[in-house]
């Protein structure tokens, strides 16, 4: 593990908490920012001192607008994309599970429960045996 089994030992473990009424784990609202792929428009000069702090730093640290992926629910609803010819295709019943692997290294906390909601939320059950998580040894205290 790099050499660093001692340094990951010594990491505090933060505990997990969700607060509900934060943006993210809203559902259900057809309003909400993002919700059915809508962007996310934000005006700068409409932010508090903090939340244009907050803005500023998503970015600096992520390289991506944190703030607004920070607004969209993890549940949000997107609108079908696929093929009409899909829609009509015929599939076997006995298709194979699958695993779903999902890679990621200091990723922003939004955009992570985003990713792993959409697959357990639109991967039809019989079809998902796992969802494995590697972290490719992130730093930042919400991936520990």
Not at 40 to 60: C, R, S, W
Not at 71 to 76: A, M, Q
Not at 120 to 139: A, G
Request: aromatic letters at 8%.
């Amino acid at each position: 593990m790099h050499g660093k089994d001692d340094e990951l030992s010594n990491i505090r473990k933060l505990p997990f908490t969700v607060n509900t009424s934060d943006p993210i784990y809203r559902s259900g609202d057809p309003n909400q920012e993002g919700e059915n792929g809508r962007a996310v428009k934000i005006d700068k000069n409409q932010l508090t001192p903090e939340q244009k702090k907050l803005y500023e730093v998503g970015f600096d640290k992520y390289a991506f607008n944190k703030y607004a992926s920070d607004l969209i629910s993890i549940h949000r609803k997107l609108p079908d994309v696929a093929d009409k010819k899909c829609l009509t295709e015929k599939y076997n019943e006995d298709l194979p599970d699958t695993s779903v692997i999902v890679c990621f290294h200091n990723e922003a906390w939004s955009v992570l429960l985003r990713t792993v909601h959409s697959v357990l939320e639109r991967t039809p059950s019989k079809l998902l045996k796992e969802l494995i998580l590697v972290d490719d040894f992130s730093d930042m205290p919400h991936t520990k």
